[in-house]
């Protein structure tokens, strides 16, 4: 069974341009999840979307969107790019609608560089 | 929020045993326990996660105070992969997952 696939990998993006990163998640799996990670802050929640519907979101400026298909497939996009948003990007799959008993798979993440 | 505590960095050697403890006094009585861990330039993966009971499977072991104000993850045998970053997590809303810093173990040869 495939893992949770994100791609590109890596990317280089200049100040000022926008970047969407891809999600594929489990087969099977309802809830994708998007978390940011930099040496600074660590491992910050972005947003969650079960059935196409945003659940909850972290604490990050409008610049950061995202959204779920009908696949379950999810898509992140930040506009405007600043050095600081230079991180890995994280998405995570889970079965159900509440973690409580479940479990969360994540991918190995989307590497941006800002430049 | 209810919040984890867990000591910054922890080092175990080789085939031995290691205890890595999390504190989490404010825990309420439905979030369960969920430990991860980060290698290196990976995303982070799935350990094990429990409520009440202690809890066992391939990777490790997870015991969980009568209380719940704290739980211990117990590696058997540790080996030099199991060298990362250790998080224990309470998950309070939907799939949503706060990350403390975690503990990072290191593993002498």
């Known amino acids: 069974k495939a893992g949770v696939t994100q791609t590109p990998r890596y990317l280089i993006k200049t100040r000022g341009q926008q970047v969407t990163l891809s999600c594929s998640p489990i087969?099977?799996?309802?809830?994708v999840s998007w978390y940011q990670q930099t040496p600074g802050q660590g491992l910050q929640f972005l947003f969650e979307y079960f059935s196409e519907t945003q659940r909850n979101k972290g604490n990050f400026p409008g610049r950061f969107s995202g959204r779920q298909f009908s696949n379950s497939r999810s898509e992140m996009n930040v506009s405007t790019l600043e050095l600081g948003d230079s991180a890995l990007y994280l998405c995570?799959?889970?079965?159900?609608?509440?973690?409580?008993?479940?479990?969360?798979?994540f991918g190995e993440g989307s590497w941006l560089t800002v430049v | 929020d209810a919040k984890t505590t867990q000591p910054n960095s922890m080092e175990s050697n080789e085939e031995e045993p290691v205890h890595l403890p999390c504190n989490h006094s404010?825990?309420?009585?439905?979030?369960?326990i969920h430990w991860y861990r980060q290698l290196p330039s990976q995303g982070p993966e799935y350990v094990i996660h429990?409520?009440?009971s202690n809890v066992n499977n391939r990777m490790a072991s997870l015991a969980i105070a009568e209380d719940r104000k704290s739980s211990t993850l117990i590696l058997h045998r540790a080996t030099l992969r199991d060298a990362a970053v250790y998080y224990c997590?309470?998950?309070?809303?939907?799939?949503?997952?706060?990350f403390g810093g975690g503990t990072r173990l290191m593993v002498k040869p």
């Open positions: 429990g409520l009440t």
């Open positions: 087969s099977g799996h309802r809830s």
């Open positions: 995570a799959s889970s079965l159900g609608q509440g973690a409580n008993g479940n479990t969360i798979y």
């Open positions: 404010t825990i309420s009585g439905t979030d369960y």
């Open positions: 997590i309470l998950i309070i809303t939907g799939n949503m997952l706060t």
